[in-house]
């Protein structure tokens, strides 16, 4: 679709300006099918970064967080450490690794 506009300036100069719109949108202003399916395929991309994001942030948090505080108590008593902190830090880095798993797998 074109418009050309026409102005007076203050001094009574003439400008025209004159445009392009390109629309998507047919006469009946239903979406083409190719931008329908783009803008799809766009909302399905949007929601999987939105749960990849709400996962990273909450779910893969929490087991890291435990081997971080995990291995800080480590440092604090002098690297030393039992069977049972060893024991702790293989349970959240399996969860983390799960979680991590889950994560690509939605990617897909």
Known sequence: MKKALANNT?????????????????????YSPPLA?????????TDKLRKIGHIMSHEVRQPLACIMGLIN????????FDKEMVHMLELEANELDARIKAIVNLAE
């Open 73 to 80: 108590a480590i440092k604090e008593d002098n690297y030393t």
């Open 37 to 45: 399916l783009y803008l799809s395929q766009l909302t399905a991309q």
């Open 10 to 30: 203050m001094d009574g100069r003439n400008i025209s300006l004159q445009m392009r719109f390109h629309t998507a949108v047919d006469q009946q202003q239903a």
